[in-house]
T-cell receptor, first 110, second 116 residues
Framework: DAKTTQPNSMESNEEEPVHLPCNHS???????IHWYRQLPSQGPEYVIH???SNVNNRMASLAIAEDRKSSTLILHRATLRDAAVYYC???????????FGQGTRLTINP | DAMVIQNPRYQVTQFGKPVTLSCSQT?????MYWYQQKSSQAPKLLFH???????NEADTPDNFQSRRPNTSFCFLDIRSPGLGDAAMYLC???????????????FGEGSRLTVL
């Protein structure tokens, strides 16, 4: 599986935007970029995914670099409930498996 | 309503005493997964089923087995738990969307195993 690199931790303030970076320089043409997050004491939950174009949903936005070697998950207005570990994962188009890397622990200050 | 349900939420066992964890789903997804997550670590894939086809990860110990009697249920059996097997065990499911693209995973809340 192609590897992703994320900062171990990040901190932000409530009601401010948060930009979570992810590097994936060995991404292949059929790899989708997935983001999951894991709130304390819960199972991971899907956030968003994309292939080439930027994506938006009710939870977040995903900005993908033109060369696809990096991406950024954007939380537009962080709340305390967004404090979690965020995982950036590459997953081949038809792959059944989802393999987690170490993720970024996001702390939100009141 | 919960779509992936794991039981029990908390399991305490003794060293070497077999344990079975269960997972049920209401999503009718054809893929089911078991992950192990130790404290402060990322979830680690143990194995997964695509329908009845079992796919074991190369580094999953033989001590871990799984059964999937039907689409809705999947079990994780730990034959002889050791202290190092204490962890959260997460079950997940996924389906396939159009054109063979794998769908998102839906996780249960996990079963926390303590080994005394």
């Amino acid at each position: 599986d192609a590897k992703t690199t994320q900062p171990n931790s990040m901190e932000s303030n409530e009601e401010e935007p948060v930009h979570l970076p992810c590097n994936h320089s060995t991404i292949s043409g059929t790899d989708y970029i997935h983001w999951y997050r894991q709130l304390p004491s819960q199972g991971p939950e899907y956030v968003i995914h994309g292939l080439t174009s930027n994506v938006n949903n009710r939870m977040a936005s995903l900005a993908i670099a033109e060369d696809r070697k990096s991406s950024t998950l954007i939380l537009h207005r962080a709340t305390l409930r967004d404090a979690a570990v965020y995982y950036c994962i590459l997953r081949d188009r038809g792959a059944q498996k989802l393999v987690f890397g170490q993720g970024t622990r996001l702390t939100i200050n009141p | 309503d919960a779509m992936v349900i794991q039981n029990p939420r908390y399991q305490v066992t003794q060293f070497g005493k077999p344990v079975t964890l269960s997972c049920s789903q209401t999503l009718n997804h054809n893929v089911m997964y078991w992950y192990q997550q130790k404290s402060s670590q990322a979830p680690k894939l143990l194995f997964h089923y695509y329908d009845k086809d079992f796919n074991n990860e190369a580094d999953t110990p033989d001590n871990f087995q799984s059964r999937r009697p039907n689409t809705s249920f999947c079990f994780l059996d730990i034959r002889s738990p050791g202290l190092g097997d204490a962890a959260m065990y997460l079950c997940a499911t996924s389906g396939y969307g159009g054109e063979g693209v794998a769908g998102e995973l839906f996780f249960g809340e996990g079963s926390r195993l303590t080994v005394l």
